[in-house]
């Protein structure tokens, strides 16, 4: 199973980094992307397609000249003539990197990479400026369950504004703490079968053409989820992921449960381990369409 990565976004709303391309926003060590393929690589999913656009440069050179070293304990022997590294991030991952734009939207980047998922029934896409601590495999099975085209995880909207319901005269009837209401929105991690691009016309937005699209044919879910989830759009969402991630209490980092207990490589997308792997894939296989 394959992820697309949406990563042309300039991250211009977030200030101190002009000239890095939005998933290239560090969190700690890492980029916001590492830390969303990590968290896809912890469910076994470690194929992964980047659709690049502004600053393309910028992140093909960080993984050309990626050093393991910075993220991984290591033991230094030999006065440095030997390094033997205690864990590895990528080693096994694949990453296909596609030029899809400098100004494309989203739907025509998707449909860049077309062609790099041939032979893939389903497929994941995410817009790799948001975190999750979602378990991915519960989201997979409400997904094949319920045999759609397309489903997308919906949460509440991490905002400070006040919904206001006023009449024709300015009088005001209600006001709500948009966290408090029942508004939900689009959080991305997204799950698609492959006739999603049989809804997709040249040059439209995902969400703004097909996705209705999708609503009229009664083939787009949307998973409700009330855990942690953050989009990083502003400085101060990157300073709040930021400090979770310093006090070490930052949620999405499911890979390190996994330390203790079998290996993230033994687990496959349904979250079922790799000696179990060929049920996995009959129940995977099982909920597609012909």
Known sequence: MKVVLFCGGLGMRIRDNENVPKPMITIGYRPIVWHLMKYYAHFGIKDFILCLGYRADYIKNYFLTYNECVSNDFTLSEGGRKLELLKSDIGDWRITFVDTGLNSNIGQRLKAVEKHLAGEDVFLANYADGLTDLNLSEQMAHFLTHDKIASFVSVKPNLSFH????????????????????????????????????????????????????????????????????????????????????????????????????????????????????????????????
């Open 163 to 290: 919904l206001v319901n006023a009449d024709e005269d300015g009088r005001v009837r209600t006001i709500e703490d948009i966290a408090r209401s029942h508004l939900r929105i689009n959080g991305g991690f997204f799950i698609f079968r492959r006739n999603i691009f049989d809804y997709m016309r040249e040059g439209e937005e995902l969400v703004r053409e097909p996705f209705q699209r999708l609503v009229a044919s009664d083939e787009l879910l949307a998973y409700r989820y009330d855990g942690f989830w953050q989009a990083m759009d502003t400085f101060k969402d990157r300073q709040g992921l930021e400090q979770l991630y310093a006090d070490g209490n930052a949620p999405w980092e499911l890979w390190k449960d996994s330390d203790a207990g079998p290996a993230a490589s033994q687990v496959d997308p349904l979250g079922i381990h790799s000696n179990a792997s060929h049920d996995a894939h009959s129940l995977l296989r099982s909920g597609l369409r012909a």
